[in-house]
């Protein structure tokens, strides 16, 4: 079973930037698809990023783009994701999540693995 490990989040003032990372324990990401999602208090989890497993093909919520910038790198079986004008209403916990299909999911439902979340506070 494949362990997905988020990491990097934490506090930042507006106009901040923070790397988050996602770690693959047991498998590379090869033939798979990564996603980033957030959830904020109150609100569902939302789509934020994703990428397949070469990082030749990318997509992003419309409320990101611009500012946010996925990555992987299967030397390291670590997807980043680059978060830059970083704004209050960023604030969540983060999730990566991953998929063995070609075709990248944007939902929720397209991804069957999860990791813990990591929590990210964007302060005004």
């Known amino acids: 079973q494949v362990q997905l490990v988020e990491s990097g989040g934490g506090l930042v003032q507006a106009g901040g930037s923070l790397r988050l990372s996602c770690a693959a324990s047991?498998?590379?990401?090869?033939?798979?698809?990564t996603g980033w999602f957030r959830q904020a208090p109150g609100k569902e989890r939302e789509f934020v990023a994703a990428?397949?497993?070469?990082?030749?093909?990318?997509y992003y919520a419309d409320s990101v783009k611009g500012r946010f910038t996925i990555s992987i790198d299967n030397a390291k079986n670590t997807v980043y994701l680059q978060m830059n004008s970083l704004k209050p209403e960023d604030t969540a916990v983060y999730y990566c999540?991953?998929?063995?299909?070609?075709?990248?999911?944007?939902?929720?439902?397209?991804?069957?693995?999860w990791g813990q979340g990591t929590q990210v506070t964007v302060s005004a």
């Open positions: 999540a991953n998929e063995k299909t070609s075709v990248v999911p944007r939902t929720t439902t397209g991804f069957g693995s």
């Open positions: 047991g498998r590379t990401f090869s033939n798979y698809a």
């Open positions: 990428t397949n497993w070469n990082g030749r093909s990318t």
